[in-house]
């Protein structure tokens, strides 16, 4: 399938949301989780500090998937990866991390950050696939993040670990 990457606009809003939501009911239902926050709202993810990239489909013009990465004090920070379990298995997620790391770079950002599953195949594993290596938080922000996961229960479904990679 060809696909392109591009900067996502408000008409991908509601898309960012259901794609969200297709791509945690594959992560839910791994976890065996009973209760799970809801996909974040997608003009709400548009409005934050940051970027978020698309992939699309070219023949239909169609988002399978996306990348947002917030800006917090200056750091890159991975906030979330997703793509249509219909599409998965195909590059598309190591397509846009690959993408975000290029725009995080080209914007002038030294690192980017995640926190992620430690155990789950495509999450930390696949992360490390990437570049990305386990690191400890450091700034208020990423120690703000353990505090919110542990808060929402994250933490009971397996290890969450933040990772890092240069750029």
């Known amino acids: 399938m060809s696909a392109a990457i591009r900067p996502a606009t408000s008409e991908d809003a509601e898309l960012l949301t259901a794609i969200e939501a297709q791509a ?3 992560l ?12 974040a709202n997608g003009a709400e993810r548009l409005a934050e500090p940051g ?7 070219l023949e239909g013009s169609s988002p399978v998937g996306f990348v947002h990465v917030l800006d917090s004090d200056g750091h890159a920070h991975l906030e979330q990866l997703s793509v249509l ?5 195909q590059g598309f997620g190591r397509r846009l991390v690959s993408a975000a790391l290029d725009e995080a770079r080209d914007r002038g950002y030294t690192r980017m950050t995640l926190r992620t599953y430690a155990e789950i195949p495509w999450n930390a594993p696949f992360y490390a696939s990437c570049g990305f290596l386990e690191s400890i938080p450091e700034t208020p922000f990423q120690r703000g993040l353990v505090e919110t996961e542990a808060s929402l229960g994250l933490d009971r479904y397996g290890r969450r670990v933040q990772m890092t990679v240069e750029l």
Do not use: K, N, Q, Y
């Open 51 to 57: 970027f978020v990239l698309v992939l699309e489909e």
């Open 28 to 39: 839910i239902d791994s976890l065996g989780a009973p209760v799970w926050p809801p996909a």
């Open 85 to 89: 379990p219909t599409v998965g298995r």
């Open 24 to 26: 945690d009911a594959l």
